[in-house]
């Protein structure tokens, strides 16, 4: 793998440094931002999701919402 908290979605969001401020910030929540998606390489709409685990560690998931 290759470190990800600089990577950007295509319109510069910091996305691994966002959900990083969610988790921290608010304990877990939702981030939108554009990603491409494995199936096909091309960019689609993502939601990722973020949980807090004990104030230094976070868990994160996402997924490409049907239909977009």
């Known amino acids: 793998g ?3 908290f600089d ?3 295509p319109d510069g969001l ?3 440094q966002e959900l990083a401020k969610i988790a921290k910030e608010k304990k877990k929540g939702n981030l939108s931002y554009k990603w491409a ?3 096909h390489k091309k960019v689609e709409n ?3 999701y973020v949980v807090d685990v004990n104030g230094e560690y976070f ?3 996402g997924f490409y919402p049907a239909g977009q």
């Open 2 to 4: 290759q470190p990800a």
């Open 14 to 16: 910091l996305v691994i």
């Open 46 to 48: 993502k939601i990722g």
């Open 37 to 39: 998606n494995p199936a």
């Open 7 to 9: 990577l950007k979605d």
């Open 59 to 61: 868990i994160g998931s």
